[in-house]
């Protein structure tokens, strides 16, 4: 805590840049574990080591930290998602099996984990948003609309190629892996199975190669 503030630490990160991104970690591993209104102020401040006033400095209350942490959530989803269907779209042109080869990515990231996934941050929210402004509700309506219109994009440029053996709207299949993938954490988590996110991710792959292909080809 004495090191000059033209310091830079964690990752290039000046020392108030470090202090900040240190709260936030904390506040999300308190966030995810047992919600919203079970973490307080100052529990985060004593686990960040720092006064009250450097908490102050940087947020000007819960609401603003909530914003902050889900702003880092999609920020840091996003560029994951970027990553793996990026790599998928590399290692295939055609959009089906494209995006077969992503959810297999995504798949295989979530089966690494050593213990069962930490949680959501915008369902952590969802499950307390009248603690929240309409700032923060519409910022976590933003994440899930990213996800359905990340998805839906990757499903419309499918459809064109692959017309869809079944009757489905697009749109709901697309937020289909939004529902599976935070069903899958809360199974994983209840059970203490890490393999459970996984399996319902390949499970939503199989779905997909089903309504696409058909269970023939």
């Known amino acids: 805590m004495n090191a000059p503030m033209t310091l830079t630490s964690r990752k290039g990160m000046t020392r108030g840049e470090a202090t900040r991104d240190r709260i936030l970690e904390i506040a999300e591993a308190s966030v995810l574990a047992k919600g919203f209104s079970n973490t307080s102020i100052d529990e985060i401040i004593a686990a960040a080591e720092i006064t009250k006033s450097g908490f102050f400095y940087h947020f000007r209350d819960k609401t603003d930290l909530a914003k902050a942490l889900l702003e880092r959530f999609i920020h840091d989803d996003n560029a994951k998602l970027d990553a793996i269907f990026a790599r998928a779209r590399d290692l295939s042109d055609d959009p089906l099996h494209g995006f077969l080869i992503g959810l297999k990515l995504f798949a295989e990231m979530m ?71 935070d069903g899958g954490i809360i199974l994983s988590r209840v059970l203490d199975q890490p393999r459970l996110l996984s399996e319902q991710i390949l499970l939503y792959r199989t779905f997909i190669r089903l309504v696409f292909i058909g269970a023939g080809d």
């Open 111 to 181: 089966a690494e984990l050593e213990t069962t996934h930490p949680g959501c941050m915008v369902a952590a929210v969802a499950y307390h948003d009248k603690q929240f402004n309409t700032e923060v509700r519409g910022l976590n309506a933003t994440a899930v609309l990213g996800w359905r219109s990340r998805f839906l994009a990757a499903l419309e440029e499918i459809a064109e190629q692959y017309p869809p053996r079944a009757d489905v709207n697009l749109s709901h299949l697309a937020d289909m892996l939004s529902a599976l993938a």
